[in-house]
């Protein structure tokens, strides 16, 4: 089940460039491309779905493997002290891509929350740290 109009469905289907830290059969966390903070990742469900409510249980049941092991990389990896995951619904709820998603933001300690699109210096560098959290 796909949507061949979607931005991560074309992703699954590595249509569309994208730094993956990992995938399995039912998920794929890969790094956002206008992250909150540097090793801010995305974690998708491989059948497209735009909301929660719409996934079949089996894919969130599937899904959720990946996005408790992304948070741990981000964790040991970076290293940062916490994190969050944050997954909305509708545009209403400042879902721009719509199609099932878990955002995992690095969080530190003394670092005051920022809810604002950054970016990588560079392609190189997003990928390093792509390889660095993908060896964790």
């Given at each position: 089940?796909?949507?061949?109009?979607?931005?991560?469905?074309?992703?699954?289907?590595?249509?569309?460039?994208?730094?993956?830290?990992?995938?399995?059969?039912?998920?794929?966390?890969?790094?956002?491309?206008?992250?909150?903070?540097?090793?801010?990742?995305l974690v998708i469900p491989k059948c497209h779905?735009?909301?929660?409510?719409?996934?079949?249980?089996e894919w969130l049941t599937g899904l959720m493997?990946?996005?408790?092991?992304?948070?741990?990389?981000?964790?040991?990896?970076l290293p940062c002290d916490g994190f969050n995951?944050?997954?909305?619904?509708?545009?209403?709820?400042?879902?721009?891509?719509?199609?099932?998603?878990?955002?995992?933001?690095?969080?530190?300690?003394?670092?005051?929350?920022?809810?604002?699109?950054?970016?990588?210096?560079?392609?190189?560098?997003?990928?390093?740290?792509?390889?660095?959290?993908?060896?964790?």
């Amino acid at each position: 089940m796909n949507d061949p109009d979607c931005i991560f469905c074309k992703i699954v289907a590595k249509q569309v460039p994208s730094v993956i830290l990992r995938e399995d059969d039912f998920a794929m966390a890969f790094l956002d491309i206008a992250p909150f903070e540097k090793g801010h990742a995305l974690v998708i469900p491989k059948c497209h779905a735009e909301r929660l409510t719409d996934l079949p249980l089996e894919w969130l049941t599937g899904l959720m493997p990946l996005l408790r092991d992304t948070a741990r990389r981000l964790v040991a990896g970076l290293p940062c002290d916490g994190f969050n995951i944050l997954q909305s619904n509708g545009r209403c709820a400042t879902q721009v891509v719509p199609h099932v998603h878990f955002h995992v933001i690095p969080r530190w300690n003394g670092r005051p929350i920022k809810w604002t699109s950054g970016a990588y210096d560079s392609s190189a560098e997003m990928e390093a740290l792509a390889v660095r959290l993908r060896a964790v």
